[in-house]
């Protein structure tokens, strides 16, 4: 996953800034510059500890009766990835990786995109939950990680291949484990992969970043469809994904987004400016994603770096280092709680409280 940034190469500023970064690693979808800056602090190298034997947490899986949503608070704001669902080793993972089949031993029996696993995160505290799209054969926006439906259950196929009936039907718990023998989530997720409506219908107070799993721009304007249908546009606290299809629903709808071109953008035209003066247009009315182990390389992190991209209309996001996030208390607790910044988790369960 190691890449070069040509603006980084042809910018001899930027290159005695940053001369001690020498990594680029993928953080939430994005490629960013990281590595062993100056003054770089410690991150979480992967997800949390879990407790083999701890009692497993059982969801129900009923729809909610009622939207559960954390209250807004200034500082710190959890963005909790794909819900409360089950980590993974993340070393030498790559996009063929199915990482069903490599989990932490599990706590708890909540399963990914899906409507208990969103409400359990709103009730632990998220105030943002990202979910991840992608379009069946018959035109629905089915909530699910994956492109392919062969890791995680106990169907075979793309989901751009198959009905949203096909779907519908599929245990999407079918594929975990932690050892290769025992499957603890087998036949608790039958049914559950939700249809977006059904997301935003069950939280109508919620926000959620919504992730394209495909770089296509019709899948746009048939989340731009869906988002006019149900009444949404205020549930989508940002798109994320590839360029093309994050371009194309910004265009139609004007709501904020980024992708990794626009986050190398920003970050690039913000260092090569002197650190934002005169701000870059790049990084107007959007979200940017800073890895702990970059921070330190921009002037005024965090807190007059922040209030600016605010004073713009730009969330920044925080995230450890690769794939991993802000999965720990203790590593919580060295963020700076009197900054709005937005912390990428694995874990919202783990920093509840």
Request: aromatic fraction near 6%.
């Amino acid at each position: 996953m190691q890449l070069c940034l040509a603006w980084v190469r042809k910018n001899q500023m930027i290159m005695s800034r940053l001369r001690r970064c020498r990594s680029v690693v993928s953080t939430f979808g994005l490629v960013v510059l990281v590595g062993s800056c100056a003054g770089a602090g410690s991150a979480p190298n992967g997800p949390a500890d879990v407790d083999a034997g701890s009692e497993v947490e059982q969801p129900t899986n009923a729809a909610p009766t009622e939207s559960v949503q954390a209250a807004p608070t200034p500082g710190l704001k959890l963005l909790s990835h794909r819900g409360v669902h089950h980590t993974f080793d993340p070393e030498g993972v790559d996009d063929q990786t199915c990482t069903a089949t490599r989990i932490d031993p599990p706590t708890h029996q909540y399963i990914e995109n899906t409507l208990p696993s969103i409400e359990a995160a709103f009730t632990a505290g998220a105030h943002v939950v990202e979910i991840d799209i992608a379009p069946t054969v018959d035109g629905v926006l089915a909530v699910f990680h994956d492109a392919d439906v062969g890791c995680r259950t106990n169907g075979q196929g793309r989901v751009r291949s198959r009905t949203w009936s096909e779907l519908s039907e599929l245990d999407v718990g079918y594929g975990y484990t932690a050892d290769g023998e025992t499957y603890p989530l087998r036949g608790h997720g039958v049914g559950l992969m939700p249809r977006l409506e059904e997301v935003f219908g069950a939280f109508p107070d919620g926000k959620f970043l919504v992730n394209f799993k495909n770089d296509n721009e019709t899948d746009a304007a048939l989340l731009r469809q869906v988002v006019e249908a149900e009444e949404a546009s205020g549930q989508v606290w940002a798109v994320s994904g590839g360029a093309a299809v994050v371009d194309t629903y910004l265009s139609l709808t004007g709501a904020r987004g980024f992708s990794e071109a626009s986050i190398r953008k920003c970050l690039g035209e913000y260092v090569a400016t002197a650190d934002g003066d005169p701000f870059p247009r790049a990084c107007e009315n959007t979200v940017i994603g800073v890895p702990l182990d970059l921070a330190p390389a921009l002037v005024d992190w965090p807190g007059a770096f922040v209030e600016r991209m605010a004073s713009h209309g730009t969330d920044v996001i925080v995230s450890g280092p690769g794939l991993s996030g802000i999965d720990t208390r203790e590593d919580f607790d060295r963020l700076p709680d009197s900054v709005d910044l937005y912390v990428w988790t694995n874990r919202v369960e783990m920093l509840a409280g």
